[in-house]
């Protein structure tokens, strides 16, 4: 009789149904741009959330936007996706492969009810490379990678048609002609015209099968934080009770431009002062408006009471956009060419593979499913893991389904016992990445590789730049020229401020090796060059997906991209 009264005692961290899950994207979020990293930027809500969830002091991405959320979704790396290359540029027509199977449709398999909202950035050259086609039974958001917060044109940040290229090669001709005959170099330049697309819309499926493609002109104007907050907010009051929910939050704050409503401003700054005031105050605000709207969708989840049985993650794509794009146009505050994230003390930023690049900050949090909140989790993680630990969460929950028809093998390692019973995760090492043709704009110009194992670190060929460290406030330290091995001890040297890659030769060569497996697993790069829009323009200003049977999309077989030709036809409605 004892015993089970003892045991009756004992708090229970598991949930008897099925849990939600909510995972949050910040866009290019620096390491050092939360509350609770000591930053003067204000994040109470998400500060709570993390201080009584497990905070994960080192959970890894990849050093760019797209890379990164291919590996979330797909729970793959890159050079398996061939999104090792680089990231999905506006005007270019490529994205993850239509067979890759999916967290969403993980999800839906397992009888969850499954939205996107906000960035996707996987692709939209066809139909099915779209969020309901990936998964998702509902998306409000945008197809690009950028866009502007108030009015969501992206025509301003690269995407072009045929008259832009033809004026971008009669301005470079023009310049050289400028240069030799002694002219300044804008000197009768041509000027540029900027074609700009409206990039917000709302799809589903009807009752039809059509996939139903609203254009939410309606929403111009508005602050894309909180359009993207209150349709998380409806997703919510609307959702079945009986069926559980995944929610895929992808924010574009805090990426640029540096953008906030008034009322914000004054909200969210008013601590600030001089230099800080100048420098963080837009990017400042941006954050806390993120933070704000994740209180409003806790504060929904409790009234609802579903608190308990939500498991929310929180985390960023890749670190802050610090130190090597200093001339970046459409940054919105940029005062002495610096970007107004940070890493600090971490080395690098956003497109290196430096710490500052690829460590995320990261917490999750449910109170009624992880054990000992309260907790800092040293363990490595990757986010190619939450593939693996959101379908233990599930099948925990569910022995009714059977296992998903997975067509490729995820490289993610679940971690839900780090969560769920305190324990020590599993995984020992990871791939950075491989990346054969550098040429990164504002990034790494030459090939590079890196691989984390055990407390070692080891990139070859430079990873950067950005290569130095950036304090927001008192300018940047620099680190020297970049030598071709660099080997550090990542427990010891957390900032990368030694490399022992002469002390330790064996190490590097046992990494070396590592990489060099790894490498032989590498499917081509997915990558394309810039494509005119002409004729995937809808009503003068809307991006368009073409049939799968129109498009020349490439699939992988064997070790070549080859024609998938889809014989199907999605019945899409299209709405003004």
């Known amino acids: 009789m004892l015993l089970p009264l003892l045991l009756a005692l004992i708090p229970c961290c598991c949930s008897t149904t099925s849990p939600n899950v909510i995972f949050i994207f910040a866009d290019d979020l620096g390491y050092n741009d939360m509350g609770y990293q000591g930053s003067d930027i204000l994040t109470p809500v998400l500060d ?88 998702f039974d509902s998306f409000l958001g945008f197809y690009f990678c950028a866009h502007d917060h108030f009015s969501y044109d992206c025509g301003s940040l690269g995407a072009y048609n045929a008259s832009q290229k033809l004026e971008r090669d009669l301005r470079k001709l023009q310049k050289k002609v400028n240069r030799e005959k002694g002219l300044p170099p804008w000197s009768g330049l041509v000027k540029n015209k900027k074609v700009k697309y409206f990039d917000l819309r709302y799809n589903y499926i009807n009752s039809k099968g059509q996939l139903v493609d609203k254009i939410r002109y309606d929403l ?58 100048k420098k963080r105050r837009n990017y400042a605000a941006m954050m806390s408006s993120l933070d704000e709207g994740v209180g409003n969708i806790t504060a929904l989840l409790k009234e609802e009471g579903i608190h308990d049985n939500t498991l929310i993650v929180f985390t960023s794509d890749n670190g802050a956009n610090v130190g090597y794009c200093k001339t970046t146009s459409f940054s919105g505050e940029n005062p002495e060419g610096r970007e107004p994230g940070s890493n600090f003390p971490l080395r690098g930023g956003k497109r290196s593979v430096f710490e500052g690049g690829i460590r995320l900050v990261s917490f999750v949090h449910g109170p009624g499913l992880i054990r000992d909140p309260g907790r800092v989790s040293s363990d490595m993680i990757n986010l190619v893991d939450w593939y693996p630990t ?47 043709r550098g040429g990164i704009s504002c990034g790494p110009t030459k090939a590079f590789k890196a691989i984390r194992s055990g407390n070692w670190k080891l990139i070859v060929g430079g990873g950067g730049p950005p290569k130095d460290w950036f304090h927001p406030y008192k300018g940047t330290v620099e680190s020297g020229p970049l030598t071709y091995y660099q080997l550090y001890h990542i427990k010891n040297d957390p900032y990368e401020t030694s490399n022992v890659a ?7 060569l046992q990494l070396l090796h590592e990489l060099a497996e790894l490498e032989h697993t590498m499917v ?19 991006p368009t997906p073409l049939q799968p049977s129109e498009s020349n999309e490439l699939m992988y077989t064997g070790n070549v991209w080859g024609s998938a030709h889809d014989v199907d036809v999605i019945q899409v409605v299209q709405e003004p």
């Not at 890159?78 to 890759?100: C, K, S, Y």
């Not at 599993?426 to 491989?434: A, E, G, M």
């Open 220 to 277: 111009a104007g508005q602050y894309s934080s909180r359009v993207f907050t209150n349709q998380a907010l409806e997703t919510i009051k609307n959702r079945n009770p009986d069926q559980p929910f995944f929610l895929y939050l992808s924010y574009m704050n805090v990426h640029a431009p540096y953008q906030a409503p008034e009322d914000d401003l004054e909200r969210f700054t008013s601590h600030m002062s001089g230099y800080a005031k």
């Open 524 to 542: 081509p790069s997915r990558k394309r060059k810039k494509e005119d829009l002409t004729s995937r323009i809808r009503n003068g200003t809307v």
């Open 502 to 508: 002469e002390v330790y030769p064996a190490i590097v």
């Open 390 to 436: 959101f379908e233990d969460i599930v099948r925990e929950h569910d022995t009714t389904h059977t296992d998903p028809p997975v067509t490729s093998p995820k490289d993610g390692i679940s971690f839900w016992r780090v969560l769920k019973k305190a324990l020590p995760g599993k995984r020992r090492s990871f791939l950075i990445n491989i990346n054969k």
């Open 48 to 135: 709570n959330l993390a201080k009584n969830g497990v905070i994960l002091e080192q959970h890894y991405g990849q050093p760019m936007c797209a890379p990164s959320r291919a590996s979330f979704i797909s729970g793959r790396y890159p050079i398996h996706t061939g999104f090792h290359e680089a990231n999905i540029q506006q005007g270019e027509l490529w994205g993850l492969d239509v067979d890759e199977f999916t967290a969403g449709q993980m999800f839906q398999h397992y009888g969850y009810s499954t939205h996107a909202i906000g960035k996707w950035h996987l692709g939209w050259r066809t139909w099915r490379h779209t969020p309901v086609m990936r998964g």
